[in-house]
T-cell receptor
């Protein structure tokens, strides 16, 4: 089984631009979660999608949004980028049942200049 | 704010020694999980312990959970240089699909 695939691996943007990150979950997994990882704040939960519906949301501004497609692939969008958005963005998939472990992708390293 | 606090933040040991990492959390949980992350990469699940369990083993890993103290520990026995990584505890606060991660412990195992 192929693992969780995130693209692109690295991204450099400037302040004010927007960015879209992509995540392909493990085949059969219906839940996709997104996390932001920074040295200062650690791993912060962004949101979780299950069967194309947002099921959980973290405490991030509305500039951060996501969606999930019928094939469970997910995209995350950040608009009006700020320097503080520089981070490793990690996507994780699972079947969506409770007490499930998460399978993480390698992440997208976003640098905002 | 983070649910979990991990201690120590960094740990350096020699190969063959045991490594113990601790995690404390704030609210009731459904389960607690431990993950490992090699530098700049994704996280890999190590072990899950449910709220009604007190101890669990998996290979060289031993996890304990004390819900009365809201704390957990991860013990890696006979450590190897390949165990060098950051280790995170994550709690599942009954919100399915959402894990709350601690700040992590950076483990360095010297050959």
């Amino acid at each position: 089984k192929a693992g969780v695939t995130q693209t692109p691996r690295y991204l450099i943007k400037t302040r004010g631009q927007q960015v879209t990150l992509s995540c392909s979950p493990i085949s059969g997994h219906r839940s996709v979660s997104w996390y932001q990882q920074t040295p200062g704040q650690g791993l912060q939960f962004l949101f979780e999608y299950f069967s194309e519906t947002q099921r959980n949301k973290g405490n991030f501004p509305g500039r951060f949004s996501g969606r999930q497609f019928s094939n469970s692939r997910s995209e995350m969008n950040v608009s009006t980028l700020e320097l503080g958005d520089s981070a490793l963005y990690l996507c994780a998939s699972s079947s969506g049942r409770q007490e499930e472990k998460l399978f993480f992708g390698s992440g997208t390293q976003l640098s905002v200049l | 704010s983070q649910q979990g606090e991990e201690d120590p933040q960094a740990l350096s040991i020699q190969e063959g020694e045991n490594a113990t990492m601790n995690c404390s959390y704030k609210t009731s949980i459904n389960n607690l999980q431990w993950y490992r992350q090699n530098s700049g990469r994704g996280l890999v699940h190590l072990i899950l312990i449910r709220s009604n369990e007190r101890e669990k083993h998996s290979g060289r890993l031993r996890v304990t959970l004390d819900t009365s103290k809201k704390s957990s520990s991860l013990l890696i026995t006979a450590s190897r240089a390949a165990d060098t990584a950051s280790y995170f505890c994550a709690t599942d606060p009954y919100q399915g699909g959402k894990l709350i991660f601690g700040q992590g412990t950076e483990l360095s195992v010297k050959p």
